[in-house]
């Protein structure tokens, strides 16, 4: 029984390892699921809404060709007579969207993708549009002799369907049997049902159908499966709407349905109108992971950074194309480092055999030179020895090679056989060596494999500009005439975010002694403040409190140190959310309300409306309460005139800078007037 020796110190280093590296492994895998489980899937309605609003810019291109690069995915290659070469991409199920990645086309095409090529190519599309709020989208494609539709449904369990001027199906993805109808060729086009459109839906409808809800049905489950919302949206109309999502739908009153149906116009303003300009593109990020991918801002990702992009397309195709190519590129590195790793060991192989050959044909080679060299002395040693075996074992004084010698034939023979066996080892090393060229080659190719891949899978060159907010870029913000920072919260959650965050003892907390009215802390670090920023302090916390909804043109706002703040009350009291006691001497101002919004070092911001702050500011919209226009109004009228008050060759990037969303988060409660703008017409 052969005895297993012990293992060595490696071995033991190799053994106490490899556990863990396969436990990393396990928890890295674990990771990389659950961040691709929250990471969004599909396309909304409401993305599908904003895609679609861009995607007119495509009417009048002209089909090049299709191909099919998966199961589920097509790409139609256009041409547009001013923009060029685009890529529309179109997943069943999940998404449709310009694309900028260049992947490898099939060898062989799909017939999908043949017949595609042969009744629309050289076709140009004349209308795109998404049917009644649904996740179906309609390409209506024209050429002389015909004009089709190719309808991508977007939905759970969807399809792509070429379909005649008669509505029936010429050929779909994939062939499906449903209840309600059926997806085969000849057979007649039918959507699946639609729900309400809740752009198109009057406040009366609305009513009715909250009156009409399931008795335990929440309004926040109410809009977003029979409004096709979603989750994500519901919620946002109704923290919008200042409603309580978990209020049974039929339960709720008159006034209480009439915010709902204003806070869903408000919200989906963009969409209404279809102004791309309103449009605020950005892929929500999460820990450096892309989170979600959502055409304007959410009051439930404020506080999250977040990557802008010139349009909605080029945020989907980011989020969407960029995850897939990830994955093909993980999985191809994969197989190339498995390919890699399988030529590696067969040369390391190759190359303890090159030694192995190496060193038997030296062996050989010394050996027949030590008879030789010592003929004489090998021949006394032979006559001396007896003739029972004809091949003999001799080791020579002063020196560690043993010799094999044949009797039966001369030393001078037996030094041939050593040489002629060298030959041998020497023509097995060269043999080797050719062999190791081609393994290295091998290895060459495929790790250039690796970066072909990783080359096909970069896409051209975008305008994507990641803005990293500073922390107090989620609040309102300020700077003083004399440099310090102030910032206002926005409601009771930011005002105990403000507090219980980032103020300090030796920081100035403001506010008024009106109701509703922001949390403003200036960031002093124990310095004196001159008594220009200290009205200017007042006049920022006063203009964002209620006095400014209520008409009034002043009021009173108190400061007091951080320290004399707390959130502990009395005892027997208790403090509602965002609210805070204050102890100890407070001083007062009294100060006109008005604010300004304007643009500074391409920044866009707000500040209380003293002379030495417009003065830093490169254009501005000065406002006072109690104006005609509502705040959405009002936003759109001061994204214009920032546009139109643009440098030449600068409007893009005041589009970018002052964007509807970013105006509207500035804008004081209820109803404003432009008191005065810079530069006057």
Request: hydrophobic letters at 35%.
């Amino acid at each position: 029984m052969t005895k297993t020796p012990p293992p060595t110190e490696d071995e033991k280093m190799i053994a106490v390892f490899f556990p863990i590296q396969r436990k990393t492994f396990f928890f890295d895998q674990i990771k990389r699921s659950l961040q691709e489980s929250l990471m969004k899937e599909s396309m909304s309605s409401v993305d599908i809404a904003a895609i679609v609003t861009e995607l007119q810019e495509l009417v009048g291109a002209r089909l090049v060709k299709a191909y099919q690069q998966g199961s589920e995915e097509i790409r139609l290659k256009l041409h547009h007579k001013e923009k060029g070469s685009l890529d529309l991409i179109i997943e069943a199920g999940k998404r449709i969207h310009l694309t900028s990645y260049k992947r490898p086309s099939p060898r062989l095409p799909s017939n999908f993708a043949m017949f595609i090529r042969k009744h629309l190519g050289g076709g140009r599309i004349s209308h795109i549009q998404q049917f009644d709020f649904d996740r179906i989208v309609e390409i209506t494609i024209e050429r002389w002799d015909k004009k089709l539709r190719l309808i991508a449904e977007l939905l759970p369990r969807g399809n792509i369907v070429l379909v005649d001027e008669n509505g029936e199906i010429m050929l779909p993805l994939r062939r499906k049997s449903f209840s309600t109808r059926e997806i085969k060729v000849r057979k007649k086009y039918e959507r699946p049902p639609s729900r309400e459109d809740p752009l198109t839906m009057s406040e009366l409808e609305l009513e009715n159908l909250c009156k009409t809800a399931a008795q335990d049905k929440e309004v926040v489950r109410v809009l977003a499966s029979e409004l096709s919302f979603g989750g994500l949206y519901a919620e946002e109309v109704c923290e919008r709407a200042g409603i309580d999502k978990n209020k049974k739908a039929h339960e709720l009153t008159e006034t209480e349905i009439k915010a709902i149906h204003e806070a869903i116009h408000a919200l989906f303003e963009p969409i209404l109108t279809h102004e791309k300009s309103m449009l605020r593109a950005h892929i929500v990020m999460e820990d450096n992971d892309k989170v979600d991918v959502l055409p304007f801002e959410l009051e439930v990702y404020k506080t999250k950074e977040k990557v802008v992009f010139p349009s909605f397309n080029d945020a989907a195709d980011e989020f969407f194309t960029m995850h897939i190519a990830e994955r093909i590129e993980e999985q191809a590195k994969t197989e190339h480092e498995a390919e890699v790793g399988k030529y590696e060991r067969v040369l390391n192989e190759q190359l303890e055999a090159l030694q192995k050959f190496q060193l038997k044909e030296d062996d050989c080679i010394k050996k027949g030179e030590l008879i030789y060299a010592r003929y004489t002395e090998i021949e006394a040693i032979l006559q001396g020895m007896e003739k029972k075996r004809k091949i003999v074992t001799v080791k020579l004084p002063d020196t560690d090679l043993t010799l094999e010698l044949d009797t039966s034939v001369s030393l001078h023979k037996n030094a041939s056989a050593y040489y002629e066996r060298a030959k041998v080892f020497r023509k097995k090393r060269e043999g080797v060596e050719r062999a190791i060229e081609e393994t290295r080659e091998k290895i060459k190719t495929e790790k250039e494999k690796e970066v072909q891949v990783e080359e096909e899978l970069i896409p051209e060159k975008k305008e994507v500009r990641r803005e990293k907010e500073e922390w107090y870029e989620k609040f309102r913000w300020f700077e003083t005439s004399d440099g310090f920072l102030v910032i206002g919260g926005k409601d009771a959650t930011t005002n105990e975010i403000l507090v219980k965050k980032y103020m300090t003892p030796n920081d100035l907390f403001c506010h008024t002694q009106a109701e509703g009215a922001p949390v403003v802390i200036a960031k002093t670090g124990g310095k004196d403040i001159s008594g220009e920023g200290l009205r200017e302090i007042a006049q920022f916390a006063a203009s964002y409190s209620n006095l400014w909804k209520y008409g009034f043109y002043g009021g009173e706002c108190y400061c007091v140190t951080g320290e004399q703040v707390s959130k502990t009350p009395p005892s027997g009291e208790y403090l509602k959310k965002g609210g805070f006691m204050v102890r100890g001497k407070r001083q007062y101002f009294k100060t006109a309300l008005g604010v300004c919004i304007g643009i500074k070092k391409n920044r866009l911001v707000v500040c209380p409306s003293s002379a030495s702050q417009k003065e830093q500011l490169d254009i501005f919209v000065e406002l006072e309460p109690e104006g005609e226009l509502e705040k959405n109004e009002l936003a759109k009228e001061i994204v214009t005139f920032f546009v139109e008050n643009a440098k030449v060759g600068n409007k893009e990037e005041i589009k970018r800078i002052a964007t509807y969303e970013k105006v509207l988060k500035y804008l004081p409660p209820g109803k404003s007037r432009i008191k005065e703008v810079y530069p006057q017409s």
